[in-house]
């Protein structure tokens, strides 16, 4: 990773008068950490990191940060953000774009070919944080870990994070600049977690799910960490009508996992960031995959790769899949 | 809502129809104890005038301000009602109808399972109806024209009223002439008029008469918009002939080089055109088409040193360059009169229709016995081995029709007296002839038939009681071999010709004008009437009407009258000028839209566009539906996941409690 | 259970082709069970799938939605989008071990009122062999 290259591109970037900052990624307070980082002006770029801890998808911040009220007496500032994007967090601009939540033209996007992320929580289990600043890099296929003195060779497939293995698109789908060569697709491992969960009988299923819904606190971080999910106005925040309650249960837990994973069929571009943030374990992810599985499948459909793609959901083949229907 | 809601609750007996199987009492009580209900009552008929003062009497007494009534489908009464309550100044929208006889009463036997569900519904009923808001119908005009599909009997007809009422009348048919099948025939049943006589000149009205505009040999392309603002576009075929020049002589014809060598659509095949024709001699236009997939010259591209069509047309309208042409108008109201097809005699192989010579079909006995057909009206059969002047004959009856193997379960109402007719006509040319009827009841049932049947019987025409089931040749006859079923049996007759009395089926290129005009089909595939008994002209989509068979089987005096009907309807907006717009239509919520555009892509009447607008500083994109072409689906609102677009009386806000209300669950 | 678990079953049905069928199932006084309660909606296009957990959620054993064949929609392409839209929440419930047989869908035309009985019959035989969705019904709160 030339994270030399990465800055100058970042400081040039950032110095353009159409460019209102730069999203990136900087080293965290403690151990592992890592966060997010806005660039106004060349001198932050000096911050600026990106290595196999940078698993935090920036494209939430597209729209997260933007159209926020204007003060009175202000002018809306419409220069272009600029971002760094892994391949997954292509797909979420891409994505965006095709919903209109940016315009291709308003956003700079610096593509990361991706040569794969770690799951902070395995790292932090075998590799317990410490408060002696680590360094991580790639070495060959596997992580390296720095930290003092210490060099530790940490296997792919030791930490490698979920998301990661079953990654399909490893280059950023769209880019404007791009830093790095383009890494070599993996052999896409098996998606076990879902197949696990489909090879149950119903009853068993339902089982599962009940245990892992039960869990939710409706902290609703799954929510606000999905790039996608980005209405201001979130239908099952509404009082007038009311989808799901605000009673923390099982039935409205349910009603409310249902709902999130229903709304982003055909839209999720996979990027893990729902099931990386739920502070509960719920493994959200495998309701995601299954749908977008569902998608690819039977529908031939991949979201997120073709900014000028009909979104799914709003389109339709006169021969879809209806053999379920009576 | 700044209105307490005041509910009226009103549960019609039908009659016994509900009251029967549904404790109309105790849905009235319980309907009295549910939230903001004022009042509930139950009458023996509520769409009656003394029912509708009841609702109007109490919405001023109490001042209700929502009512519901749960009586039959609101397919039904729903306009009834909705009228009700604007006459006493309550909007009309502010109506829900519980449906407790189509979907209960009449379709469940346990009075206590149909009580039950039958309160259900009206808890449905009385969760929504609160949340609904009021509306005002809108009217746009309407443009004072009208569309006419087919230029059969039918559709000449309803252009010929439209266009004498003083409105304009486009006239499509896509073959080169007007007339239809009407045209084919020689005599009608029962009166024997010549069919060529009565039709000709309203054929030569349509195309004479100032307010119609004839496009023959054309077919519509593309329909969109509504009632009253129909864009039409139709293509005119390229006839390859200036019709401003062609005079209609026929020299064009006779020179061809492929003359009379192609079997006539018009004569059934049993006559030759050649590849420049007029499909018969009272073609109207008169004017001459080449067929593109015979003409040497358009299939090869060279037709010897040059077309002989051309050296032989004096006035010069033969044109090769001639192309496909797209026609666009707006009209207010569509008249599909499209017509039928006879069924394919060759479903029934064990008549052996494409074996031998001297088995025809109705039509073809038609063309056979007609004065203008291919043997200018001498009955000719050709036995196989020579042609002959037939002396036996039978006819078959319900070829096709009644018929389950075939899927035709319907009965087909002509063929008995085409049969009939065309029996007597034999015996009128050929009185020595013996004609024998095979029938499996002789159906007699219009104006005059019965009558007609006793004279072709008293004339000698036998009728034998069976349904044959095969037919096969010995020597130069045809053997019919059938069961009389009167006595029970068997029997080998011989003829030299026997007649299959085809039916009608709906027309194979029907799909073309169902995909169109979103039209539905009944079971027997014709098109489908909005309802059977009240409705019969009507489709279910507003300003789109039905006239002659397309809608099933006919005869002249019934379609002609069907057509009638359909032009009296059709010009009931035109003459209005207003066409009333449903009020139910999308609105987006702005402030929550996040301008995605999922709606735009969904809506299929591309009603809705993003519009910027400035929200807080920022300009932003968000969805606005014209409302002008909005129909109201609600596609849009499932789609969107802001839920920011909603159908107007089908909000989520008020689907959601009536969710609640059947799920039972409080 | 000593007596039949009767079910309960919201359905949703397009204005133009299957409550049109339904009011033709009565007017040939078609006979099928009770069970099943009709929300009429004027196209499936309108259903959004979310009715569906919503209904289950509310005390429905089983829901069912149908509108016009392919190729008949009144709106020309609403039931295409039900159709796929349905296809990915029935897939969603499947997976989160909801019985399928609790969701069905169907096509039934204005003019089919005896296709109409059958899918109900489905419907109500399908729920039954489900038995009561108690698990997942809506809890009071109380405090």
């Known amino acids: 990773m030339d994270l030399d290259k990465l800055r100058k591109t970042a400081a040039e970037v950032v110095s353009r008068d159409d460019v209102k900052y730069l999203i990136g990624w900087r080293r965290g307070t403690f151990g592992y950490r890592v966060a997010p980082h806005f660039i106004e002006d060349a001198a932050g770029v000096d911050e600026l990191i990106f290595s196999p801890l940078c698993i935090a998808n920036l494209a939430n911040y597209l729209t997260l940060t933007e159209k926020l009220p204007v003060p009175r ?48 929580k395995l790292l932090a289990e075998r590799y317990p944080e410490t408060d002696v600043a680590a360094e991580i890099g790639w070495k060959g296929e596997d992580f390296l870990l720095i930290r003092g003195e210490e060099e530790i060779t940490i296997p792919r497939a030791e930490v490698l994070a979920e998301k990661c293995r079953l990654c399909r698109h490893p280059n950023p789908v769209l880019s404007d600049i791009t830093i790095g060569e383009a890494v070599e697709p993996w052999a896409v491992a098996e998606d076990s977690g879902v197949a696990e969960i489909e090879a ?61 994973a229903f709304h982003l069929a055909g839209r999720c571009v996979e990027c893990g960031e729902c099931e990386r943030v739920c502070p509960v374990g719920i493994p959200l992810g495998k309701l995601n995959r299954k749908l977008a599985r569902t998608v690819r499948e039977e529908y031939g459909f991949e979201p997120g790769l073709d900014p000028e793609a009909e979104p799914f959901q709003a389109s339709f083949k006169p021969d879809d899949p209806e053999e379920f229907i009576l | 809502m700044t209105e307490k ?76 009602f909705r009228k009700a309550l604007q006459e006493v100044g309550l909007n009309p929208y502010f109506l829900e109808m519980a449906n407790i006889r189509e979907q209960c009463s009449w379709v469940h036997q346990d009075r206590e399972e149909a009580t039950a569900k039958a309160k259900n519904l009206v808890a449905a009923a009385v969760a929504k109806v609160r949340l609904l808001e ?37 006239l499509v048919e896509q073959s080169p002439s007007v007339g239809g099948r009407m045209a084919q025939l020689d005599k009608t049943f029962p009166t024997l008029d010549c069919s060529a006589c009565i039709l000709t000149p309203k054929m030569v009205d349509v195309a004479n008469h100032p307010n119609i505009e004839l496009l023959a040999y054309s077919e519509v392309e593309e329909v969109s918009g509504f009632v009253g603002n129909f864009e039409v576009k139709v293509r005119r075929k390229a006839r390859y002939v200036d019709v401003s020049k062609c005079t209609g002589c026929g020299d064009c014809a006779e020179a061809c080089r492929l003359a009379n060598r192609f079997p006539s659509e018009f004569d059934e095949g049993m006559g030759k055109r ?88 109705g039509l073809e006995m038609e063309r056979l016995v007609s004065a203008s057909g291919p043997t200018g009206g001498e009955i000719l059969v050709d036995n196989g081995e020579e042609k002959i002047v ?161 809608q099933g089987p006919k005869d002249i005096p019934d379609t002609v009258a069907q057509a009638k009907g359909a032009a009296a309807s059709a ?28 709606c735009v892509s969904i809506c299929p009447y591309s009603a809705i566009e993003l519009v910027t607008i400035n929200r807080m500083g920022n300009m932003v994109e968000v969805a606005r539906v014209n409302e002008a072409l909005c129909k109201g689906c609600g596609s849009c609102s499932a789609g969107c996941l802001s839920n920011s677009i909603q159908p107007r009386s089908f909000r989520d806000r008020q689907i959601l409690p009536q969710i609640a209300a059947l799920g039972g669950i409080e | ?113 005896h296709k109409w009985k059958e899918v109900v019959e489905k419907a109500v035989e399908d729920a039954i062999a489900a038995g009561p969705f108690d698990q997942f019904r809506r809890r009071q709160i109380g405090w």
């Not at chain 1, 606190?217 to 309650?245: F, H």
């Not at chain 2, 005002?136 to 009997?153: F, H, K, Q, S």
């Not at chain 2, 010259?297 to 044109?319: E, N, Q, W, Y």
């Open chain 2, 390 to 550: 037939p002396k036996e004959i039978a006819f078959i009856q319900c070829v096709g029709s009644r018929d389950q193997s075939v899927g035709n379960e319907y009965c087909s109402r002509v063929c008995c007296m085409y049969t009939a007719k065309q029996a007597h006509l034999i015996k009128d040319k050929i009185p020595d002839a013996t004609v024998k009827v095979y029938y499996i009841d002789v159906r007699a049932f219009g104006k005059g038939f019965e009558e007609f049947y006793d004279r072709v019987r008293r004339e000698g025409i036998r009728y034998v009681r069976g349904n044959p089931s095969e037919i096969f040749k010995e020597g130069n006859k045809l053997v019919v071999k059938v069961e009389d079923t009167l006595t029970a049996t068997p029997r080998e007759d011989k003829f030299d010709l026997v007649v299959l009395a085809v039916g009608l089926t709906p027309r194979s290129d029907d799909r073309k004008i169902i995909d169109l005009l979103r039209l539905s089909q009944s079971p027997d595939r014709f098109l489908m009437e909005a309802h059977p008994k009240l409705r019969p002209v009507d489709t279910a989509s507003d300003g789109i009407f039905l006239a002659g068979c397309c």
């Open chain 2, 571 to 598: 010009m009931i907006p035109l003459a209005r000028g207003k066409v009333a717009i449903d009020a139910q239509v999308a609105e987006v919520i702005e402030d929550t839209c996040r301008g995605c555009g999922f």
């Open chain 2, 274 to 361: 050649s590849a420049i024709y007029l499909p018969f001699p009272q073609a109207v236009p008169a004017k001459y088409t080449i067929d593109p997939e015979k003409c040497l010259f358009l299939t090869r591209g060279r037709c010897g040193k040059s077309p002989k069509c051309v050296d032989a047309c004096k006035p010069g309208a033969i044109d090769f360059e001639q192309k496909d042409e797209i026609v666009s108008f707006k009209v207010g109201a569509i008249i599909v009169a499209t017509g039928f097809d006879v069924f394919d005699a060759n479903k029934k192989p064990e008549y052996g229709y494409s074996d031998y010579p001297n088995v025809i079909t």
């Open chain 1, 200 to 260: 149950k009988e119903a009853a068993e299923r339902w089982d599962y799910w009940e245990e892992q819904f039960s869990k939710c606190i409706r902290c609703y971080s799954c929510r606000n960490a999905c790039p996608l999910c980005y209405c201001e106005d979130c239908i099952l925040d509404r009082l007038d009508p009311i989808w799901v309650n605000r009673a923390v249960n099982f039935s409205e837990n349910t009603a409310f996992h249902l709902a999130r």
């Open chain 2, 134 to 170: 009021p509306l005002a119908p809108r009217e746009v005009d309407a443009e004072p024209a009208a569309l006419v599909i087919g230029a059969g009997i039918a559709g000449i007809q309803a252009s010929l009223d439209i266009a004498d009422a003083g409105f304009k009348v486009y």
């Open chain 1, 73 to 120: 007496g202000q002018e809306a500032d419409t220069r272009k953000v600029a971002l760094l994007v892994k391949g997954c967090d292509s797909r979420a601009v891409a994505q965006l774009i095709v919903e209109k939540g940016i315009k291709r033209e308003d956003v700079v996007v610096i593509g990361m070919p991706c040569p794969g992320m770690i799951d902070w």
């Open chain 2, 5 to 80: 809601p005041k509910l009226g609750v009103y549960v019609c007996h039908c009659g016994i129809n509900i009251s029967a199987t549904v404790d109309v009492e105790a849905v009235s009580d319980y309907a009295q104890g549910l939230p903001n209900v004022v009042v509930a009552r139950n009458y023996s008929y509520m769409c009656s005038d003394p029912g509708q003062l009841l609702i109007k009497d109490d919405i001023k007494e109490y001042g209700l301000n929502r009512i519901v009534v749960a009586s039959c489908s609101p397919r039904m009464h729903e306009p009834t």
């Open chain 3, 1 to 113: 259970m000593s007596e039949q678990f009767k079910p309960n079953i919201v359905a949703f049905l397009c204005n133009w082709c299957t409550y049109a069928g339904a009011d033709l199932a009565g007017t040939s006084r078609i006979q099928y069970p009770a069970n099943v309660k009709i929300i009429r909606v004027m196209c499936s296009g309108r259903v959004n799938p979310l009715y569906v957990v919503n209904a289950l959620q509310q005390g429905a054993d089983g829901v069912l939605i149908s509108g016009c064949h392919p190729g008949d929609c009144h709106y020309m392409e609403g039931n295409y989008y039900a159709r796929r839209r349905l296809k990915l929440l029935k897939e969603l419930l499947e997976f989160t071990g909801v019985d399928p047989r609790r969701f069905n869908m169907s096509w039934v035309s204005a003019s089919e009122g």
